[in-house]
């Protein structure tokens, strides 16, 4: 029976590994006796997290890229693939979110998150999985949210980036499920992270008080998330509230749902 025992002596990619959810499942997947690859935009963080999995007997590499350029996913592969390792797991968690008005926010801002959240991911998901196929082993985590279930007034555009990675995960696990390649859309709601503070969520106090709300540990999300993964369970929410907001899509219309999270959400009320 598949379990996180699986992953042990196995190599784990693990791409925004230097904070938040990042940094809970490379300790989680560490716990679970893998081998590491982090990367990541800031090397000292990284290297921290390294000294104190290294510590504890994993094996760790480190990759320093930034997403946003787009010649990144090809230089991780290099620098892993074309090393010579075996990556096993690949867990798409690199992600970036921007809270305000779509019309007030920077451009670059906003393409920005679709070239993290979505095209990075793509890429680097093209570059690791044909080897997996080819292996009939593999595990793929793309890191989505409860916010890929309904649009998200004032984060417009990372809901929109969150839905695409939902689909594209639940896609990916249906094509590659005859190699034996499990694929899994871990959809977190309100977590302890750096993200309330990086998408200015924290600076507006409407926005701050809803996403102060049930908010859950990066570390049971990771836990919970990894075991999902292990078990090959295509979509994992690791809350009750995150599940009745999914739910909630399926009952409700769409358009009260956008409207009552713009009522919440909008910026300055």
Known sequence: MASVTDFAGKWALVTGASAGIGVALARELARCGAKLILTARRTERLQALAAELRAQGTEVRLVTADLTDRAAPRAIYEATVGAGLEVDILINNAGLGHFGAFVSLELEQELSQIRVNCEGMVHLSRLFVPAMVERRRGWVMVVASVASFQPVPFLTTYAATKGFDRFFALGLA????????KVSALCPGPTESEFFVVSKVEKDPNARAMGMRH???AEEVA?????????GKRTVIPTG???ISALAVRFLPVGAITWLV???MRPGK
């Open 262 to 264: 713009a009522k919440t």
């Open 223 to 231: 836990r919970i998330g990894v075991a999902g993964l292990a078990r």
């Open 241 to 243: 509230s995150g599940t």
């Open 174 to 181: 249906e094509e590659v499920a005859p190699f034996g390649v």
């Open 215 to 217: 908010r859950q540990s």
